[in-house]
């Protein structure tokens, strides 16, 4: 079972992964600031999202597109007229919640008030706003809901300068805006948060073999960095759930706290965008095969993941307690990939005489891995704290370091301990740290 959600996000605010945006006026609701472990952690899901889908292949390059586009994007993409949640306001307490994530649609679940709602309306999530110093609706534009526009308008951009024949695809991370009615769950839904999007290019009729590998090669992501196979399922959605663009959609759920939750979408969007684009800005997004003489719209597989809500699940996922020597050990048992620290360096006294052997072990380890050097407190108090922020490696540096020149290194999810020589930790760590 995944942790109590208590102590992972008091976890998050205690050892500087996450805080509250703007915690010194108050707070904002349902923003977030990651912290100096947050940032990395964070940093490191997307690296390997970035390293798996588009450094490890051929057949996919990179964008980062504007959050800021033209307003007809979102009229092309459906966004103006359908992205949308029912919005209802109970009558006693004024309390704003969506209709299809109440438990009981006929109670209140802030007040408790029974038949007090109103009737639903249709919210559109879509942060408005205006470009330039006077507002008008000529300048009305929209802070985007997703990356996948961005790249879906930069289709033939791409094709014709990065010289790509189908199937390929286009990947892209970046950060997304949603007016969310009711966000909540810590760093799980939010209004600003990152998405990790790549659209897949292919001839239409290989669209249901594309679509069958990406689920596949999705699920093998997550296991591969250590998620726990048992917490994640691979939901298809009934037809009457589809979105109005897609043939085909699975959700990647985990089990969070409170129950199955979803990850990642990923979906068969068929021909809609790249048909829609081409009819609203009059342009060619057709895809022309030398080899057949054929042109036509290519069908796209998307899988979509929300890199701050998997980052969150990683977290829930690598927290572990355990009795050691009749004392409870935390420990985040995270993938070394994905450590925020990889390598703590811990002198055994603040002595002159080992801070400089402690500074000369570092500038060993810094140009290769994100670390960190700690002074403070018992040996055996940094020991824990290293394991409770998912460190896979603390360097001892100790009296007889001066003599021998070697230094101790404790494993995280062992706690075994090896003696070896200064000038070998760079090639010890090499063969244990994955890239």
Not at 104 to 127: V, Y
Not at 152 to 157: T, Y
Not at 211 to 218: A, G, L, N, Q, S
Not at 362 to 391: C, F, H, K, N, P
Request: proline share 5%; glycine share 4%; net charge negative.
């Amino acid at each position: 079972m995944p942790a109590d959600f208590d102590t992972i996000v008091n976890l998050a605010k205690k050892r500087g992964f996450v805080f509250q945006s703007s915690e010194i006026y108050g707070g904002i609701r349902s923003a977030y600031d990651y912290g100096p472990l947050g940032v990395e952690l964070l940093r490191n899901v997307k690296d390997q999202w970035w390293r798996s889908m588009v450094q490890m292949r051929d057949d996919i390059v990179g964008i980062d597109s504007a959050v800021i586009q033209s307003p007809k994007v979102w009229v092309a993409s459906g966004h103006v007229a359908s992205f949308t949640d029912p919005l209802v306001e109970c009558r006693a307490c004024h309390n704003r919640h969506r209709l299809d994530k109440l438990e009981d649609p006929n109670q209140c679940p802030t007040c408790g008030a029974k038949d007090s709602f109103t009737e639903a309306r249709e919210f559109n999530l879509m942060f408005r706003t205006h470009m330039g110093p006077v507002e008008s609706e000529d300048n009305a534009v929209f802070l985007r809901p997703e990356t996948a526009q961005g790249i879906f308008i930069n289709f033939e951009n791409v094709r014709r300068t990065a010289r790509k024949r189908l199937p390929f695809g286009i990947a892209q991370v970046g950060k997304s805006f949603r007016n969310e009615i009711t966000p909540g769950q810590f760093v799980f839904r939010t209004r600003e948060f990152e998405q990790m999007e790549m659209e897949y290019f292919c001839r239409p009729e290989e669209a249901d073999e594309w679509f069958r590998y990406w689920v596949d090669e999705r699920k093998k992501w997550y296991i591969d960095l250590g998620m726990t196979e048992e917490n994640l399922q691979f939901r298809e959605h009934e037809q009457d759930e589809l979105s109005h663009y897609a043939a085909a959609t699975y959700d990647v759920d985990y089990r969070f706290p409170w129950g199955w939750d979803e990850l990642e979408g990923i979906a068969n969007r068929t021909d809609f965008d790249l048909r829609a684009h081409a009819e609203y800005s009059g342009e060619d997004l057709t895809y022309f095969d030398p080899q057949t003489n054929e042109r036509f719209y290519p069908y796209v597989i998307e899988p979509s993941a929300g890199a701050t809500r998997t980052t969150f699940a990683f977290l829930i996922d690598a927290y572990h307690e355990e009795e050691v020597r009749g004392e409870t050990r935390a420990v985040l048992k995270l993938d070394p990939r994905l450590s925020p620290i990889k390598v703590a360096v811990l002198p055994l006294s603040k002595k002159d005489e080992l801070v400089e052997v402690t500074n000369r072990v570092a500038d060993r380890l810094r140009s290769r891995w994100m670390i960190e050097v700690d002074v403070t407190q018992s040996i055996g108090r940094r020991y824990r704290r290293q394991d409770e922020i998912g460190t896979p490696y603390a360097v001892t540096v100790d009296f007889d370091t001066l003599d021998d020149d070697q230094v101790t290194i404790r494993d995280r999810d062992t706690m075994e301990q090896d003696r070896i020589p200064i000038e070998n930790l760079v090639a010890y760590l090499s063969d244990r740290l994955p890239v």
